[in-house]
């Protein structure tokens, strides 16, 4: 039975489809914004009568969070929020900078003139973002993601793509703090000019290595 639910304090309202979807998607983003912090009881009772449904749709839901690494299974102890180690944030970012920069590869040399444009509009949105007079960093984020979400769909690997929105998932379980240091979002947009210039220049070696110096950077920051 499909179902609509909504968060009244996020404003989150979402089209009919499983209900096991709906509250994965809820409590996914409430783990984004740090509702619920990393290492944190998820007490199943409570979310079961806050959202007026049984338990059965919210354990489904955990267990979709816990194959995308949101969610930690812990036996006879229940769901916990995941905790993302040093370890956990060096072999995402590795991946991440693999499959990127292969993607950023292919858009330098086989993207039409249109979808460089696409990406140009999406970086001047991030340069507008992280201007002092108008600086927001969760709008920065946002941008900063669509431009990386677009690249990948230029490049058109569905399994690349799979791959990459699952590690992000658990990427952003850590992002406040990369770009929260003090003067990183500077960094990651000069960062992004340099990948924008290297793609205009139809320079596939080029954006490789700038897309791999930006993850690098980004680790650095979020260590």
Known sequence: MSALLS?????????????????????????????????????ELKLAEQYGISRTPLREALKVLATEGLVTMKVRRGAY?????????SDVYHLLSLLESDAAGVVA?????????????????????????????DAFFAVNERFHMRLLEIANNRWRDQMVADLRKVMKLNRHN??????RI???LAEHRAIMAALSARDAQLTQARMQEHFANGLEAAA
């Open 7 to 43: 968060d009244a304090r996020s404003g989150v309202s979402l089209a009919p489809r499983a209900l096991y979807q709906d509250v994965a998607e809820l409590l996914r983003q409430r783990i984004f914004r740090r509702e619920l912090e990393p290492g944190s009881w998820i007490d």
């Open 81 to 89: 929020v995941t905790e993302v180690s040093t370890q956990d944030l």
């Open 109 to 137: 040399t086989k993207a039409t003139d249109a979808e460089m444009a696409e990406l140009q509009t999406l970086h001047q949105e991030l340069e507008l973002a992280a201007e002092p007079a108008t600086s927001n960093t």
């Open 178 to 183: 990369s770009l929260l240091k003090i003067g």
């Open 186 to 188: 500077a960094e990651s």
